[in-house]
């Protein structure tokens, strides 16, 4: 038995089954692995952001795991949806950081209630590589569809929303606060499944 | 090789150059399984009169070529043409001669749909009609001579007919379609009947009509060569040996040496049927049977051509009102009622009843082969089924409307707010690489406009950056950018406008 499960170990060995997604994707962040269980974003599974005000550094936080999720080349390539962002995403700020724009899915809802839907269908949908949503107020049932979907179609959900809603429930795998500092961007761990709620101080963000 | 030789060449009539006059009747009959004539028509600024109709094009206009750093010129028209502005010119200096230039970008699609329609134009004349991508369409008009009055009358009444549509064109005739074609492009004013006659206008071909591979006209005219007349003088086998067969087939199809079968313009098969309702319906929930019906014949319809569609519009009938239409553009074709069904189920979900429906109509775009993909034996577990994002895509359109759904591109622009562009969303095109970023950095958000910040007491961390430029197209920009914190920490893009504006303004969030 210990000769098979040797075998099974060897790297060269290739098997049908492990090639899916790892359990996270490091955030770029030393700081912020080390206090995230399995060092870094979990996958599959939805993370909420609460903001202080949009714009604080959110997608500079998010953007190294985005380039690691998104810009994989063996991969049938995937997108990274942003849904109903604060503002358009400017094609030549992406392409510096090294972010494809044509893989980039806008959708602009004209009803808040169309956001979480449109969140819900592009994680079903297995079609994207991150899904990045700025919304409002939720209830538990639909973050549950959410976090249900995010498992489904196997794509990290990104939910931001104002700091408000901090003291909501939430099934949220992992909830952060972010808050911006003059050299840096301040997160708190709120909830972290597998982890402990922590603090994570001027993030060197860019 | 191929001998010149003197043959019956009619001059145009001097008034007006796209005049065509036909020869007085030829002398000599037709060799033998030669017996065709050939109308070509050429449309040099198809990619204008795609996207601008004629009538539409009073402002000098010019349409450049897409995903193109320099945006060449592909075509321009008359009012551009007069003011000194050419094909294979880049923007820029096309934007320096006339400022007030209308530019709008090639669309390919648009291009194919026009000269699918002018297909159908020319079936008025023959039934053997021949489409010849990018600009060009080919029917054979000898039988249909007598039908319309001559070949001088049939030239006339088909330039009228183009001319009246507000298309430029140019129009030829001649014993072989691709001697025809050449003529047309050339824009001489000549008709050739008999084949023995073409060589002798052969000196009056440029070797551009003859639309080769660029690298190979600049070879020919680097050997001094200019028109089609010195091209056949080459001996054969070295031309072969030198460019290719192909080309030497090329030159034989002009002068009839060799057959040259062409495969005839078919017009497009399409469903469209009409579905009564029992009763009229009040609500969506009672037009669903006969969707499902009417989508069930369309199934079968498609499967019996092997086909899918892309468009599909679906009329909601109304005893005494206009219809209520519905339009679904699929990003990926569609050949089954499932997909379908679900889609539609959407869009009518979204549609408030105006008037009770007594009947459907759908109607379908034009029918698509369907290719049979087959199923991966080692798709990764994480990777997206192809189709996937075409489904999504599709979903997401259904309910939030097409312009809901959109995808960014850079452009090489330094203007900051002309450096991108919305685009369809598509997984294929990729980043120029390396991608220049040698600039300073640019925030992750754009504001749609530059909002005034009077008031502002944030601080500036660097700065400025000197953006100055535009001055060419009334967009003038004169600005100093510095990025700023706001009071609540977010990074802010902000500029000054220069003497004598200097207000500020905020343009983007670096998010």
């Known amino acids: 038995m210990n000769g098979v499960a040797e075998l099974l170990r060897h790297p060269a060995l290739w098997r049908g089954g492990d090639a899916g997604a790892p359990e996270t994707v490091p955030t770029g962040f030393r700081a912020l692995d080390a206090r995230l269980p399995g060092g870094g974003w979990p996958l599959a599974t939805l993370i909420e952001l609460l903001l202080p005000a949009a714009g604080v550094g959110e997608i500079r936080l998010l953007l190294p795991a985005l380039k690691r999720l998104a810009m994989v080349e063996d991969a049938a390539p995937r997108w990274v949806a942003w849904l109903a962002p604060p503002h358009l995403p400017y094609a030549p700020a992406l392409a510096d950081a090294g972010l494809d724009p044509a893989r980039m899915l806008v959708v602009r809802p004209r009803a808040g209630s169309d956001r979480l839907w449109a969140m819900e269908q592009a994680l079903r949908s297995g079609a994207c590589a991150a899904v990045l949503c700025w919304a409002g107020t939720a209830d538990g049932t639909a973050l549950r569809r959410l976090k249900l979907a995010a498992e489904e179609g196997g794509t990290p959900a990104f939910l931001l929303r104002p700091v408000a809603h901090r003291g909501d429930g939430s099934p949220a795998t992992l909830r952060l606060a972010l808050a911006a500092r003059e050299f840096g961007l301040d997160v708190e761990i709120l909830k972290s499944r597998g982890g402990a709620p922590a603090r994570v101080e001027r993030l060197p963000i860019h | ?511």
């Open chain 2, 1 to 511: 090789m191929f001998e010149p030789r003197p043959a019956p060449i009619v001059p145009a009539a001097a008034s007006r150059r796209r005049v065509l006059v036909p020869l007085p009747a030829p002398a000599a009959s037709p060799a033998p399984g030669r017996d065709e004539l050939w109308l070509a028509a050429h449309f040099p600024r198809l990619p204008l009169d795609a996207l601008l109709p004629g009538t539409r094009q009073a402002r000098a206009a010019v349409v450049t070529a897409p995903d193109d750093p320099r945006r060449t010129v592909v075509a321009c028209n008359e009012r551009a043409a007069r003011q000194g502005i050419a094909p294979g010119m880049g923007l820029n200096a096309a934007l320096a001669r006339v400022p007030g230039l209308r530019v709008e970008e090639q669309r390919p699609a648009a291009e194919a749909a026009l000269l699918d329609r002018l297909g159908r134009w020319a079936l008025q004349y023959t039934p053997a009609v021949s489409l010849e991508p990018p600009g060009a369409v080919l029917a054979e008009v000898r039988g249909s001579l007598g039908l319309f009055g001559g070949a001088m009358a049939l030239l006339r009444r088909a330039l009228a007919g183009l001319s009246a549509n507000g298309l430029s064109a140019s129009l030829a005739l001649a014993p072989t379609p691709r001697a025809a074609l050449w003529l047309a492009r050339a824009e001489l004013a000549l008709t050739v009947t008999r084949v023995d006659a073409l060589p002798g206008i052969a000196a009056r071909l440029p070797l551009a009509c003859l639309h080769w591979p660029e690298d190979t006209v600049a070879t020919l005219a680097g050997l001094g060569i200019a028109s089609v007349a010195e091209l056949v003088r080459l001996p054969r086998t070295g031309f072969a040996a030198r460019f290719g067969p192909r080309l030497l087939d090329d030159l034989d199809e002009g002068f009839g040496r060799r057959a040259a079968p062409r495969r005839r313009y078919v017009v497009p098969e399409r469903f469209d049927e009409r579905f009564e309702l029992p009763a009229p319906a009040e609500a969506v929930a009672l037009v669903e049977p006969a969707l499902e019906h009417g989508l069930a014949r369309l199934e079968a319809f498609l499967r019996a051509r092997a086909s899918g569609i892309r468009v599909l519009r679906v009329d909601l009938l109304h005893r005494a009102r206009d219809p209520t239409r519905l339009s679904l553009a699929l990003a990926r074709m569609a050949g089954d009622a499932a997909g379908l069904r679900r889609l539609l189920r959407e869009r009518l979900g979204r549609c408030r009843l105006e008037a009770p429906v007594d009947a459907l109509r759908l109607r379908s775009g034009v029918l698509l082969p369907l290719h049979i993909r087959d199923a991966g034996l080692f798709e990764r577990g994480c990777s997206a089924d192809p189709e996937a994002t075409a489904r999504l895509l599709d979903l997401l359109r259904a309910r939030l409307g097409h312009d809901a759904v959109f995808s960014v591109r850079p452009v090489a622009e330094h203007r900051p707010e002309r450096a991108f562009r919305i685009a369809e969303p598509g997984l294929e095109a990729g980043l120029p690489v390396p991608w220049p970023a040698a600039r300073p950095a640019r925030p992750l958000w754009m504001l749609a406009e530059p909002q005034p910040l009077d008031g502002w007491d944030g601080t500036l961390v660097t700065g400025p950056e000197r953006i100055e430029t535009g001055w060419w197209d009334g967009h003038d920009v004169r600005r100093d950018y510095y990025v700023a914190m706001s009071r609540a920490g977010v990074r802010l893009w902000i500029f000054r406008e220069r003497p004598p504006g200097q207000r500020w303004f905020l343009h983007g969030v670096f998010g």
